[in-house]
């Protein structure tokens, strides 16, 4: 299975026995980590019916559904942190998500895979054609991303919207950090922490 660029920036800003909900949480492996690492109470919402079961073998609590449903469940500050990690190109409504997330959590993460990276913007330059790349290993015609977002999209989306960014990293497809000078075009993953 490849490393997750971003479970290893994610683990290091969660705290001991914190309540965390992660969104899209896929076989649960992240929360299967902080709950044996960091003795958190966490929760995972998953709508693939074959990662709801891994997660289920693992010991994982999981609510299987939409995680827009599932979120409202849930009072206000009822986590300390909410993650979406590499699901926000997938949400039908991304602007609807973020918003619940840092309702019903004191804070939230999120990282996504930065589609401004020179090697997206050369292989469509040169092939006229949508770049399958080893962190978008998908065809145009079978790919889960309904959304194309940029990390210059995603930070003036978080200054129209009033989202406070508390962090930010990010990092290319090695794990190497990139500095935040040229990361829309050098980096491939990005991550961010959250509040309002």
């Not at 920036?9 to 044996?36: A, M």
């Not at 993650?83 to 996504?112: C, D, W």
Request: proline share 5%.
């Amino acid at each position: 299975m490849p490393i997750r660029l971003d479970y290893e920036y994610i683990e290091k800003h969660i705290s001991e026995k914190s309540r965390v909900l992660d969104l899209g949480c896929g076989d649960g492996k992240l929360l299967q980590d902080l709950i044996r690492e960091k003795e958190i109470d966490g929760r995972g919402i998953e709508i693939d019916e074959n990662s709801v079961r891994k997660c289920i073998e693992k010991g994982v609590p999981v609510y299987h559904g939409d995680m827009q449903e599932g979120m409202k469940m849930f009072q206000e500050k009822s986590f300390d942190c909410v993650i979406l990690s590499q699901t926000l190109q997938q949400t039908l409504k991304p602007k609807e998500v973020m918003h619940e997330m840092l309702r019903v959590g004191k804070r939230a993460i999120v990282s996504f895979p930065n589609f401004g990276h020179w090697s997206i913007r050369l292989r469509l330059l040169l092939t006229g054609r949508a770049p399958v790349t080893p962190l978008l290993p998908y065809s145009w015609y079978d790919t889960p991303n309904v959304k194309i977002l940029t990390i210059k999209d995603f930070m003036n989306f978080c200054s129209e919207q009033k989202i406070k960014i508390v962090g930010k990293r990010f990092f290319t497809k090695n794990f190497i950090a990139c500095p935040a000078f040229g990361a829309n075009f050098f980096s491939s993953i990005a991550i961010f922490n959250l509040e309002n």
